[in-house]
């Protein structure tokens, strides 16, 4: 979709040259800097420029066309100054940030025409972000390669943050360092198909307020690829997450869910899926999520959670290769959730069927005197959790299950299946008798058509686990 003008922030300064009390657009030492209003004169709704193709008011100002910020341009905003643009957004190479003095108030960014996109690379980023959702499947979010410092949140909650439907988003080899709150986030009821892939986030939610470094709803029918990213906590008593995935309205996601290759540590949790949907956690390192004054109210390496009831509303989690150590909690489990992280025996149907687990808990734990807790499995339902190896020097059912709460527990919680452990099973394919044929099964063994979106593995295959 095009725009009627496209404009470069030169030609801003000359369309919009800055009025005696400042507002406007401004060069100083080198830089654009953009004020806006603090009021407005009784009657007066904004100032037009250039046949209302730009416009200036005390809330945005709106540019309706693309712009291009080229390499070496600096701008700037100024007081709590936001700008909307009503086109495509280009920057390379560039600086954007906020003007002397307006470093706790100033916004950035606002893209939501329908079918527009925004391409950033190569660029820094100081104390304001991006807001952009443009409501269709035409147009994307691309950020490379970029730096984003010491995000204020004045102008969303996270540094990079989605507001309405739209796919095709790629957030990869960005840093983000001591943002207020989150570094990539989407709305609780937006349809968001993205991949984050292998940024570095530092001290996340520098707030102490109760969000994650990534915290993505689940909402819709779009995958979401959040792999090889690191998130480093501050390692001091927080509420600020790692990776958080969250189905909390309406129906369950039918994308599926890719949690990948990524290191978390020094968070007060780790990674988590709070609501219905697919999830993969895979190869993932979860160390050291445990800093929150109450191991009641996080400190999971990892979790899911579906308080749910609703008929078919499940979660599913497929957890393999992940490493989960010096946390309150291992895998912490709760609700309307199947989980397998490693399982021979659910499916008895399909002989020479195997999925093995392959994670590693190594002393997770809380309490005074401390207590071992690598499984809690806070829910009616069963979990498959064979292959693994457990934080006990003997991998055997009666060690093993010193550090695993379960029906042996309490006799309202579901049972979890851990044997054989994983000095005993060391399968690392799936195998399925070579007949030729397509039928799909889910994860729970059960036949499943074309249509089914979530996790499947396909008869007459021999299928590498991933």
Known sequence: MASANTYTLSQLAELVPALEDGTGVAVVDGAYVINLPASLPEGVSGLGYDNDNIVLTKNYFTINGDLIISEGETLLFGGSSTMEVNGNLTITNATIGAAPGSEGTAKGFRIYKEGMSATITNSTFNYVGINYGNGTEEGCLTATNCIFNNHNSKGGNAVINFTSLSKGNLVQDCVFENPTLSSVASGANVACGITIKDNIINKPTASNRLYPGINMSATGPYDIVIDGNEVHGAAAETRSGGIALSCLLGNPPTGILYVTNNFVEDCSYGITLTGPGNV???????????????????GSGLNITCNSTGEGIIAMAYMRRNHIEGNLWGVTVIGNVFIDAGSIDIYDDKED???????????????????????????????????????????????????????????????????????????NTINVDNNGSTQRYNILGQPVDSNYRGIVIEKGKKILVK
């Open 353 to 427: 069927l195997f999925s093995p687990g392959l994670n590693v808990f190594v002393n997770n734990g809380n309490g005074d005197p401390f207590v071992q807790y690598d499984w809690y499995n806070n829910t009616a339902n069963t979990s498959y959790a064979q292959g693994n190896t457990w934080s006990v020097e003997v991998q055997d059912a009666e060690h093993i299950a010193e550090v695993i709460v379960d029906k042996a527990d309490n006799p309202s919680l579901g049972e979890v299946i851990y044997m054989p452990a994983g000095s005993q099973t060391a399968i």
């Open 280 to 298: 993969l956690m895979t190869d993932n390192t979860v160390l050291n999520n445990k800093y929150i004054a109450n191991p009641n109210n996080g």
